[in-house]
């Protein structure tokens, strides 16, 4: 299924958009208020609990399969100065996580998540947006398609990350064209820039915006975006349409499921916020979603990984979901 | 080692406290400064990883053996209404810990701690300290002991937790006692108090502040406080000796260990806070201590439960430590 995304395909999805399960919901919660604590004295864990019966459609949720997912791209933009790592770097790391060296793979080992990843055209940057959009919309549409055939329909929770050098002023840019505000307030230091360096990052989003205002959401997308946002946008799709729960990253990340919920805020439903970056502009975007973060770790590093770390979390909220005895099983007085 | 504690044998160890080894400190923070990650990235991560270098003398720590211990006690204050729960549920959920029912037991499945839980003569409740010294100077130095000779010292790290009916009370007594304020600041709804039950929690402790007023930390840990506070003190202590990394729960292991801050603020340098507890008062021992709590997720439930998943954030912290690749070993530029 969304092996064939197009923008028709996207608006179909909609239309008919695959909901949570109310009755898994309810169930789920009865079974927090029976186990053996006062009722909500788990906090999140059984707020994730029952946001992962309603998506999974039952009451005892499992994660038999995490998947997840880091897709990779380069940016025309980092022509423009805007990031101290050259290009070269973002091929380099995909070579450090197939080879198991990155703190993705550390993290995915110690939640117990299926990690692939996926290089989109690293040798094919997008276009510097500055001068041109930054992909035409078959490239934009053709990396939505990828991000969605990855994503397992038979998968319990699904992770998503990213790889770029410069793509924190891919994310500034599309925060700032579909939410507005100064772009300054929308840019930070990313991997380490320095005052300069923000400046270059700042004035070419600035003109990227003037170059490309105006347009709509997946327009913006391929005008300002990556290739690695536009695989999260079809990959956190395609998890909707196979009620597969999503926990997104950090800025990067975030700032992409922002283009879906600039077309339907309802697209981001199934999906949370695995931690709040250290990346200045992230709190401003999980505000802008209403969305509360699992985690605030002070993590910046993107590669899925402060949403890895939330997993940790979620299968905990699960094992004491299904695992804990009820008061009437264990015999404990006032439940 | 520490089998014995005594008010002499506690003067002696804060007199000679055993220190983090800065050096392994300095080669963990060298080694994070390598790795294939812009510095500083991996945030919390990053300063818990050089935190165990630090206390277990090594620039890569392990976590090999997790010991969780939670110890229970009941409380003579709960005839004064202080909880809505019945006293007896304390020995009933040690009960259900034996068994493996509670949040605790699940927790530390998923993070790979080995739980211990230690019943502190549960049949015979402290003192309403309305009317009396909670414990007598013998009951007090019994329970440190208790919870001293408890702690492995060949674990790598030591999450620390209690059960007891009424000791959010204790707690806030403890609090009120040692740090000042208005008692009603330091008292919240712990498992569910209405404001009836609040109201008679906050006279309570107004009652116990007259009654045991002026008295030196490990007095007033007699007067106010209970055999798992004391026993958590003592396993504090205990794991200092041995070097052993501490993880503190919530509201009511943190008070307890503000009486070991009272005594001597250095006595804690080897605890992490693990959680803050949506309890209200914690967030205020956390501020009186100056620590900054791991995780937030609005647990407040006790037996460790915050603290064991935290655990996981350390386990996270120390897989990508040890495990990731250095950027001349990966070969990525920028490093």
């Known amino acids: 299924m969304m092996q064939f995304l197009s923008l028709d395909a996207i608006a179909a999805l909609s239309a008919n958009l695959p909901q949570a399960d109310d009755a898994a919901r309810t169930a789920a919660q009865d079974r927090q208020n029976s186990l053996t604590k006062p009722p909500g004295s788990l906090g999140r864990l059984e707020e994730l609990a029952v ?19 880091v897709f990779a791209g380069n940016h025309g933009i980092c022509a423009q100065g805007v990031n101290p790592f050259p290009q070269a770097v973002t091929a380099q790391m995909v070579a450090n996580f197939t080879a198991g060296g990155a703190a993705i793979n550390q993290i995915c080992r110690v939640v117990d998540a299926d990690l692939e990843v ?3 055209d690293l040798d094919r940057p997008t276009a510097d947006f500055t001068a041109h959009p930054a992909m035409t919309e078959a490239e934009t549409l053709d990396a939505l398609n990828r991000g969605a055939a990855a994503v397992d329909p038979g998968a319990d929770v699904l ?11 891919i994310a500034s ?3 700032a064209a579909l939410l507005g505000g100064s772009v300054a307030e929308w840019v930070g230091p990313g991997t380490g820039a320095d005052a300069a360096t923000i400046a270059r990052k700042t ?8 170059r490309h205002a105006g347009l709509d959401p997946l327009a913006t997308l391929a005008a300002l975006g990556g290739r690695e946002q536009a695989a999260i946008c079809g990959a956190v799709l395609a998890a909707r349409a196979a009620r597969v729960p999503v926990i997104l990253d950090g800025f990067i990340c975030t700032a992409a499921a922002v283009v879906l919920h600039a077309l339907d805020p309802r697209l981001l439903e199934h ?3 695995g931690h709040a970056s250290a990346e200045p502009g992230h709190r401003r975007l999980i505000a802008a979603l209403g969305a509360r973060p699992v985690l605030e770790v002070d993590m910046r590093l993107g590669e899925g990984s402060g949403a890895a770390l939330a997993l940790g979390v979620l299968r905990a909220a699960l094992e004491c979901h299904n695992g804990m005895a009820t008061f009437a099983e264990a015999g404990v007085s006032g439940g």
Do not use: H, S, Y
């Open 271 to 273: 999906c949370l916020v």
């Open 203 to 210: 004035a070419a989003i600035e003109a990227g915006l003037k």
């Open 173 to 175: 840019a599309l925060a």
């Open 118 to 120: 996926i290089a989109l």
């Open 51 to 69: 946001f992962m019966a309603g998506w999974r459609g039952t009451d005892r949720p499992r994660i038999d399969r995490a998947q997840a997912l």
């Open 159 to 169: 992770v998503l990350g990213e790889m770029g050098i410069g793509n924190t002023t």
